[in-house]
């Protein structure tokens, strides 16, 4: 099992130019938990994905997904 680091969000999201992504830069939360749904993603799917598709999907439904993730948190 491959374990995603929070060094690897942090770059996707700092390539990625959409102000969500920017807040969500400044929240190791956040980033910790993007990491940790990916590897899971991963591990109980086997659909291969990349990390930025995975950030970009929950960048996409952020307002659904709530809580930290909400673009008005």
Excluded: C
């Amino acid at each position: 099992m491959t374990i995603t680091t929070i060094q690897e969000v942090t770059d996707v999201l700092a390539d990625i130019d959409d102000n969500l992504a920017r807040k969500w830069l400044k929240n190791d939360i956040i980033k910790k938990n993007l990491a940790i749904s990916y590897d899971f993603w991963l591990e109980d799917t086997h659909i291969p994905m990349t990390l930025k598709e995975h950030i970009l999907q929950y960048l996409a439904h952020a307002e659904e997904l709530g809580g930290i993730f909400s673009p008005d948190a």
